[in-house]
């Protein structure tokens, strides 16, 4: 084998070995970044998913504006959402019933720290009107 030959293989073989050391930072960032994000967008979720349900109960059942920001908040504290009680916004409008809540949620991501904002809401319609 030539020198120029043998200079090759081992230059392919340190190229090899630093793509495969890149890759497996990337894969690694991105799956400690996916355990900080994916529980904030899960928790997001569930709590529009309970506003939507309440506010059909909500106009169905008659509820108070105190009674139906109780049931949201207990989800609120199940959770783990940093919002306050008053934050959530009960509205009745012409057609039914309007559920909202703003809330913002720090993030750490070690060398980066941002705070991301969140707004689920839900409307019913009260057929009865």
């Known amino acids: 084998m030539t020198q120029l030959a043998k200079e090759s ?3 392919q073989r340190g190229a090899g070995k630093l ?5 497996t930072a990337i894969l690694v960032v991105g799956v400690f970044m996916s355990f900080k ?3 904030l967008y899960v928790a997001a979720y569930q709590l529009k998913d309970k506003m939507a349900e309440q506010a059909r109960f909500a106009v169905v059942n008659r509820y ?10 207990k ?6 959402i940093p919002a306050k009680r008053e934050d959530i916004k009960v509205e009745h409008t012409n057609h039914g019933l309007r559920i909202s809540l703003d809330y913002t949620t ?12 969140f707004a689920p809401a839900s409307e019913a319609v009260d057929i009865m009107k």
């Open 64 to 73: 108070s504006d105190e009674q139906i920001r109780d049931i949201i908040f």
């Open 9 to 11: 293989q081992r230059s």
């Open 75 to 80: 989800t609120v504290q199940d959770l783990d």
């Open 106 to 117: 720090p993030v750490d991501f070690v060398v980066y720290q941002t705070v991301w904002n």
């Open 37 to 39: 994000i994916v529980p």
């Open 19 to 23: 793509k495969a050391i890149i890759y």
